[in-house]
């Protein structure tokens, strides 16, 4: 097996999309391309504003029906409890259509010994033969999506009100940076940057790189959950909870917008007491989540007030004298979308790596 750069297919100006050559995506067997994280960081490094817009475009595609996102499977471990790899299949249709499927692992023990807790690889197939015709280290399309998607709701979840200048980032992993990344480069400016973490290494590796990368506003490590939320208008949860930590009411007194990026942090009464959109009612109802939870607590689904999608679009107005709390399952159609983008430019670049022969028995009768 052999790799070298791609000399099977051209790439489209006005699209980026591989044109057909008698073996690209959509004609015949297409030749399959492996993209690593150092290119796909080289397409999406600057480009922030541009995924913003690609991922509000991908919520209203899915809205619209424009999209199959099935449940998210979720394979455990009797003996590693506390890690799990999810499969999120996805597709999108339209001209520029594709499927795929995402594989996430989270193995949180890994950050002891000196590695990232997760690892992803993206897989596209072909919207008319249904072949793969790549593999992306999908890591950092995983975290850019959702940092994305929260930037997103940031700004639409704002609108109506004053945009928050004091933020808190209650974990400060991978996904809290890359939030704060896409909230300064979609236009976020704060008099005041809060950070909590359980482990003090991490909030200390965090606060380091707000400071080297001369981010304007004071810094402040906090010692307490309370002290963090209290102290902020827009709180960022980017942990990895498993069960609810956060259930005091009045810690959210002054309402805040929260983002409850990692899910599991807030208790029943948090969500009962505020104003909730979730990106996908249907996903974010499962497996345990905070809202998941409130549903089972009380029979119902009244405590939701919609979907981001439906804020996008004016169906749903935000109060501005309650906490909002924007709870994202993460869909995998936001991946796919993104790592589409990713494959269209890296073939316009002319720098897909293409494994030869990769589909070998190719006739039916041999």
């Not at 475009?57 to 424009?66: D, M, P, R, V």
């Not at 979730?278 to 089972?296: F, G, I, M, N, R």
Request: with cysteine; aromatic share 8%.
């Amino acid at each position: 097996m052999t790799t070298d750069t791609n000399t099977n297919t051209d790439t489209s100006p006005e699209t980026g999309r591989a044109a057909s050559t008698g073996t690209g995506p959509g004609t015949g067997v297409p030749p399959f391309s492996v993209i690593s994280g150092a290119q796909v960081q080289q397409v999406l490094h600057g480009h922030e504003k541009h995924i913003v817009d690609l991922v509000e475009a991908t919520y209203l595609l899915h809205g619209a029906g424009q999209t199959v996102n099935p449940p998210s499977y979720f394979l455990r471990f009797p003996d590693r409890p506390s890690s799990r790899i999810i499969a999120l299949p996805a597709s999108i249709s339209g001209p520029d259509g594709v499927d795929g499927l995402k594989w996430i692992s989270s193995f949180p023990h890994n950050v002891e010994t000196g590695i990232p807790r997760a690892s992803a690889v993206l897989i596209l197939n072909d919207h008319e033969t249904g072949y793969p015709f790549a593999c992306l280290e999908s890591s950092i399309i995983s975290a850019t999506r959702t940092a994305a998607s929260a930037a997103l709701a940031a700004d639409h979840l704002t609108r109506h009100t004053t945009r928050p200048t004091r933020v808190g980032f209650f974990g400060t992993g991978l996904i809290a940076r890359y939030i704060h990344t896409f909230l300064s480069a979609t236009g976020w400016s704060f008099d005041e940057i809060g950070i909590h973490d359980l482990s003090p290494d991490s909030a200390a590796g965090f606060r380091r790189y707000l400071e080297e990368h001369n981010t304007p506003g004071r810094i402040t490590v906090h010692d307490s959950a309370e002290e963090l939320i209290r102290a902020a208008d827009l709180v960022v949860f980017a942990t990895i909870a498993s069960r609810p930590h956060v259930s005091d009411a009045a810690w959210f007194s002054h309402h805040p917008l929260v983002l409850h990026i990692s899910l599991r942090d807030l208790a029943p009464e948090i969500l009962l007491d505020a104003t909730n959109v979730v990106d996908d009612v249907e996903h974010c109802l499962k497996a345990d989540t905070s809202p998941h939870l409130v549903e089972q607590l009380t029979g119902d689904r009244g405590f939701l007030s919609g979907t981001l999608e439906d804020v996008i679009s004016g169906r749903v107005s935000v109060p501005t004298d309650r906490t909002v709390v924007f709870s994202p399952f993460g869909l995998g159609v936001l991946d796919l979308a993104v790592g589409k983008y990713v494959y269209d430019e890296t073939a316009r670049a002319g720098e897909l790596h293409t494994i030869q022969d990769f589909f070998h028995e190719r006739r039916r009768h041999g």
